[in-house]
């Protein structure tokens, strides 16, 4: 089976702007966990979409938000871009987004805010 | 405020030896921890996982223990090997919402 891919692998952004980042899941995997990696901080949840619903959402703000489409493959969008968004966005997936254990990653794409 | 601490961010440790790292936790809600893997440029991979109804789980050269009372788990490695260097998170859940709270990380480098 393919793993989890993730377009693009790295990006080049301004404050105020926006960008839109995709993750395609494992065939088969219903849910897509989202999720920014910043120095010293671990990783922080997003949302997760399962069968096009989000499910769950972290503690984010309105600016960062998701999509999921009927074939599982999921965006998230990050409008008026801040110095502070850089980061590592992972995007997990797995069957029903309850068996961590199954929770797959993808390689992440790096967002460069300037 | 961080529900899942993981002190350490780097430990460096001979080849051949044990290595063990650690994790806390502040939430007693939390049912369930799990111990992933990183590489540079590739996402985590799942490593090993605990339930609280058990204090120890293990898998080949990786071992898990869990001490509920004092909110503290632990990732023994034996023997260490070059090809465990990587940075390895710590992450809860607790059943009731199947969120997973991530811990800092900790850079295992493994020297020959």
């Known amino acids: 089976k393919a793993g989890v891919t993730q377009t693009p692998r790295y990006l080049i952004k301004t404050r105020g702007q926006q960008v839109t980042l995709s993750c395609s899941p494992i065939?088969?995997?219903?849910?897509v966990s989202w999720y920014q990696q910043t120095p010293g901080q671990g990783l922080q949840f997003l949302f997760e979409?399962?069968?096009?619903?989000?499910?769950n959402k972290g503690n984010f703000p309105g600016r960062f938000s998701g999509r999921q489409f009927s074939n599982s493959r999921s965006e998230m969008n990050v409008s008026t871009l801040e110095l502070g968004d850089s980061a590592l966005y992972l995007c997990?997936?797995?069957?029903?987004?309850?068996?961590?254990?199954?929770?797959?990653f993808g390689p992440g794409t790096r967002l460069t805010v300037l | 405020d961080q529900q899942v601490k993981q002190n350490s961010p780097s430990l460096s440790v001979q080849e051949g030896r044990i290595s063990i790292l650690n994790c806390d936790y502040t939430?007693?809600?939390?049912?369930?921890f799990l111990w992933y893997k990183k590489y540079p440029a590739e996402g985590p991979t799942f490593l090993i996982s605990?339930?609280?109804i058990k204090d120890k789980n293990e898998d080949g050269r990786f071992t898990v223990f869990l001490n509920k009372s004092a909110k503290h788990l632990s990732l023994h490695i034996v023997p260490s090997q070059p090809g465990d260097s990587a940075v390895y998170f710590c992450?809860?859940?607790?059943?009731?919402?199947?969120?997973?709270?991530w811990g800092a990380g900790t850079k295992l480098i493994i020297k020959p």
């Open positions: 065939s088969g995997h219903r849910s």
């Open positions: 992450a809860a859940s607790a059943r009731s919402n199947y969120q997973l709270i």
């Open positions: 939430n007693s809600m939390f049912d369930y």
């Open positions: 979409y399962f069968s096009e619903t989000q499910r």
């Open positions: 997990a997936s797995s069957a029903t987004g309850t068996e961590y254990n199954e929770q797959f």
């Open positions: 605990i339930s609280s």
